[in-house]
């Protein structure tokens, strides 16, 4: 049961109110960097939410998102769809474009042949293009766009100029409660936007695996979430758990393709054995993921610019180890009465691993000093963006709880909406102390410097500021 929180409505009241009285937004585009498992993994993670109307006007409810397939066919199977209210049991199939069905012959493919539903996201101008099997049975069509998706689920905007805006006067004029009552409820409406998302791939996934897939993603830093989303989508943590540990590992270093980019005789001597159990697991497994291999449908590691104890490897020994404790760390998320701050973080401060305690990656030497698997940065990200987001709309006296959270490691885009607010000014500093602070500071950023287009001249925000009271 979740409750409204009421700073983030009065946040949300007033930004809506800010910018009531200005033009409509001119309706999003599809990014062109997003590819199309990208767009699959939004799918599945029911962020399209999971009630449509088809091209042709059908009432569309998804039941059940069913399995990411790793084999030939469809690309979603095992799915219930209802239609018009009718339950139907089959495949789901995305494609870029509805001509893409008949482009890829999946009309004449009987592997086709249980498809209930086709998405799609582009379709020619003023032609209808049906999607027909190979009895030639009409399958329901919902064409997928941008506006269905959560702001957080969009592609990330560009930074905006580092300069003092035109708001830094009326916010030095503002006592430091009006400031700081702001600031909560902006970080209020964050948190909530998180559980938002957050519930809805609970609604998609069930609760267990929507807390498996929110803390693979944070493993994942700023430039492998979505990798790591999608891995944790394809290797669902009910089939992880079906297996013993090694296997497990085994899977997940190879469905992630780490394994087939590394040679046994590019790496240290330590790290062979450690390779060759990898490799027996993988073996076995290998052809159910062979789809997954391709290269368009591979993932797409970012290691530019990865500092090593960043390196998506390590962290993915890390979702290893988790999973070896996973009830442990679940627990307290599956159930908010069950929460403990304390606990849960020592839990995943104590976690080990027999080889990526002394690696960064699979060819790195051993470090002379055990790593931390989780450190307390990653503890900290997780429970900003996992923990209390899931769990403060269902207790809202965690509320408290997170507004004593320290501030994390600043990041560019921190550093940006602090200069643009109050620039070197004394509260540059005391704003920034807790998490709270910086992520209320990342909201009006987002809200109002990302949104605006005329170097603060046309910004709403400073003239509006004093009705915040
Ligand atoms: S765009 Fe608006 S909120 Fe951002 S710095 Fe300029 S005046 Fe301030």
Redesign the pocket.
């Known amino acids: 049961m979740t409750s409204p929180l009421p700073l983030a409505e009065r946040y949300e009241r007033f930004r809506d109110s800010v910018f009531g009285g200005l033009a409509e937004a001119p309706p999003r585009e599809w990014d062109d960097a997003l590819c199309e498992i990208d767009v699959q993994s939004l799918w599945f993670a029911g962020e399209f939410g999971a009630e449509f109307t088809s091209t042709e006007g059908r009432r569309i409810l998804v039941r059940d998102f069913g399995v990411w397939n790793a084999g030939p066919g469809p690309d979603f199977t095992g799915c219930a769809v209802e239609i018009d209210g009718a339950t139907l049991r089959g495949d789901i199939e995305l494609d870029p474009d509805v001509r893409d069905w008949e482009r890829h012959a999946h009309g004449a493919n009987a592997d086709y042949n249980r498809v209930v539903l086709h998405l799609f996201l582009h379709a020619p101008e003023g032609v209808r293009v049906f999607t027909r099997d190979a009895g030639h049975r009409e399958i329901a069509q919902v064409r997928l766009t941008p506006a269905m998706l959560d702001g957080d689920a969009r592609p990330a905007l560009e930074l ?1 100029a580092a300069r ?5 006067t009326p916010l030095r004029e503002m006592d430091d409660a009006h400031v700081a009552s702001m600031l909560e409820a902006s970080a209020q409406y964050r948190l909530q936007k998180k559980s938002v998302r957050l519930h809805a791939w609970v609604a998609a996934q069930g609760r267990e695996q929507a807390v498996f897939q929110a803390l693979a993603v944070a493993l994942g830093y700023r430039n492998n979430q979505r990798p790591f989303l999608i891995l944790a989508q394809r290797l669902p943590r009910k089939r992880l758990a079906r297996l013993p540990a090694e296997a497990r590992e085994a899977l997940l270093f190879g469905a992630s393709g780490f394994l087939e980019s590394v040679r046994a005789e590019d790496t240290q001597p330590a790290t062979r054995a450690y390779l060759r159990a990898l490799w027996s697991g993988w073996w076995k497994q290998r052809d159910e993921c062979l789809r997954w291999m391709e290269p368009h449908n591979a993932l797409r590691w970012k290691l530019a610019a990865t500092r090593p104890g960043n390196h998506p490897q390590r962290r993915l020994g890390a979702l290893a180890a988790m999973l070896a404790a996973w009830k442990k760390i679940a627990a307290p998320l599956l159930d908010a009465t069950r929460w403990s701050q304390t606990g849960w973080r020592e839990t995943l401060l104590a976690l080990g691993h027999d080889f990526w305690t002394t690696h960064y990656t699979l060819l790195s030497a051993p470090s002379p000093k055990p790593l931390a698997l989780i450190g307390e940065t990653r503890v900290q990200e997780m429970l900003a963006n996992v923990a209390y987001p899931l769990l403060v709309p269902e207790r809202t006296r965690l509320w408290a709880e997170y507004l004593e959270l320290p501030a994390m490691l600043d990041n560019q885009k921190v550093r940006r909406a602090v200069l ?2 109050f620039g070197e000014s004394p509260r540059a500093r005391e704003f920034q102390k807790k998490l709270h602070h910086q992520q209320g500071l990342l909201q ?2 987002e809200d ?2 990302l949104e ?1 287009d005329s170097a ?1 001249a046309g ?1 709403p ?2 003239e509006r500021l004093k009705e915040w009271r």
Do not use: I, K, N
Request: with cysteine; glycine share 6%.
């Open positions: 905006a003092l805006g035109r708001c830094a643009r607010l009006v950023y109002f410097c605006d603060c910004c925000f400073p």
